[in-house]
């Protein structure tokens, strides 16, 4: 191996191989907004929501590694006909229930380290007033009609039947319906007036057509503006070719009001609440204002023409958020999105994703209750395949990858490496970085940088524990056991290798696993916060005597007898489910 001191710039080299100096398409001083699908409070984490709001912590994350000034918002969706049917059923208050899933979620977000700058909620007074505020200049500029209409009215419970409140057969396919989706069939999104055979939930009752007043966007105003929008839209290519898709079918006005008691009332016509989504997602501007007004900033300096957002989604909400929102946010005056990130779906012990069925995970159930290491659990979500791609969770399939890859490769690196550092001299020692570690170090994080750049989080894991491999390599080669004994200084500055190659590790890895960075800093003796740690900072050399604290696993093998029982809860739930349904 040769030892030569290096020049200490692969991170400007970096910066400037990106055209005009720009990494992930942005300009060093852009602003960036990262937002994520906001949690429905209507039930508990699951798999499901991992899908989205992993991958969207560890690319802010990254983007702060990389020097950006991001802000990452997120919040509950508190409204709608879902939740007033399930505090009904749960005889509580729809509030009462919100509130339940808004600290639950709170919590969840912590538990997982998804680090948001603020966790809103949809029904704090400033969201109501600046969901409100949109709708209006919508009406101001023309872009919103009142009309008589016929919809579904219960005759028996007295009511008009919104959405979840109404079930029938979708014109489409046929398959039972909801009122505003063909949940069970072909996914498209639907008008109540549309479906066949129409029930109320509540009583079972037939349906009948009764005139009532709603208010609509005139959404094909803006068919040739979200061609374009979303022909140059960043992001992954499943939000931008569904969103096409459905937009050279042709747009139809969108009902924007509801007969509903538990929703932010229309404004000026407070018989009707807001379509919840035709308001929760301007959660993202009012979560966003709500953070500057705490921190004394502008928040158009972030949501304006100098910034950059980035919308986090599943693929069951792309044409809310690649065909309504934009169209409120053209209609309304408002900058637009830069990139929607949507994901593939969710399996479960390859099973479609399906809470009545029983094939779903729940993040406090399963995992928390259980020790399931939450770190492993976010780099299995984010390795596990592409982000566009179909994620099909499975207990023996975690159990794989925590045991070969996490135990198997970057565990045993640190591990052994620490160990016989403080073993053989009990602090860090002097030393020169070689030409082939630091170009192996640089090389990955210009990988890193085009794969996170491209949202492509399996491979930027998956080059992380790249380096860790090639570190055991060099361990395994150097062989120190002997040389510590022959060549004492040989040795020594073989390990300084291999301990500089640990640290670059735990600052590339800390996008993915928080808690296993902040380990393997500690156990380094390195001081700081190293969340607040810079990529650059990889390829800068250990300082010596530096006292190594005794070392300590990183990951815990996952037994066979953990699996086979987390694999009897799944069974017994989806037995449970079949013997309801």
Known sequence: M??????????????RKSPGGILFEFAKDDKIVVTMGLPYANGPAHTGH???????DAYTRYLKRFGYDVVFVCGSDTHGAPIEMSARQAGVSPRKLAEKYHEHYSRIFKELRIDVDLFGSTE??????????????????????????????????????????????????GELARGDECDQGCQRYLDADQLKDPRCVTCGSAAEKRETRHHFLKLPMFNDFLLEFNEQLRGTTLARNYALGWIRQGLKDWCISRNLHWGIPYPDDEELSLYVWAENYAGYISFLQEWARQKEVDWKEYWGPDGKIVNFIGADIVYHHAVFWPAMLKGANYDLPWGIVASGMVKVEGHIFSKSRGFVTWVEEDYIQNGIDLDALRYYVLSYTGHIKDLDF?????????????????????????????KNFGEIQSGLVSESVQKEITQAIEDIREAVSSFKFKEAVDRVMQLAAFGNTIFQQCEPWKSIKEDPERCQSDLYQCLHLLKAIAILVEPAMPTVAEKIWKQLGQSGDIHK??????????????????????????????????????NERVQRALNQS
């Not at 991992?50 to 969207?56: A, F, K, N």
């Not at 500029?141 to 009142?146: K, R, T, V």
């Not at 794989?400 to 620490?418: H, S």
Request: proline content about 8%; overall charge positive.
């Open 2 to 15: 040769v030892r030569i001191v290096p020049k200490y710039t692969s991170f400007d080299k970096i910066l």
């Open 50 to 56: 991992l899908r989205t709001y992993i991958p969207g």
């Open 124 to 173: 704090e007074p400033y969201h109501h007033e600046h969901a409100q505020e949109i709708i209006r200049i919508l009406e101001g500029n023309g872009y919103i009609e009142a009309r008589t209409v016929k919809l579904p009215y219960c005759p028996t419970c007295e009511t008009f039947l919104a959405d979840r409140f109404l079930r029938g057969n979708c014109p489409f396919c």
């Open 394 to 422: 499975t207990w023996k399939g975690f159990q794989i990858k925590v045991n070969n890859e996490l135990v198997g490769i970057l565990g045993n690196f640190a591990y052994r490496t620490l160990l016989f550092n403080y």
């Open 533 to 570: 740690t810079s990529v650059k900072d990889s390829t800068v050399p250990l300082a010596p005597i530096t006292k190594l604290p005794k070392p300590k696993l990183i990951f815990n093998k996952i037994p066979d007898e953990k699996i086979e029982k987390m694999t009897q809860i799944l």
